[in-house]
């Protein structure tokens, strides 16, 4: 797990703490055969605590190993608000990430 900060429109900063998330995925056979080993999926899971808080504090993104950002429907699990709002935190990340990785 790895944490972070980030600097966002509006005078407003973001904490990010960042980690992999597994998923596994089962299949109909083995949900009927439990002893065979499921597919595990990970995802790159972001929780982002923004100050001063907008319309929701703590925000959760999930991102594929190739790099795509999930949207809302495609988990459960995320929490997001605003599509500005939004945009502007994974373009926060991914530009950090690209700092990082230079």
Known sequence: MAQFFISLPNNRQGNVRTGVQRVAKKSFLQALFPGKNANKEEKQAYIVEVT?????????????????WLDAGDD???????GTINIDIKNAIDEYEQKKRV
Not at 54 to 67: A, N, P, S
């Open 52 to 68: 001063p808080m907008y319309d929701i504090q703590e925000y959760r993104l999930l991102k594929t190993k190739d790099g795509r």
């Open 76 to 82: 459960k699990w995320l929490r997001e608000g605003e």
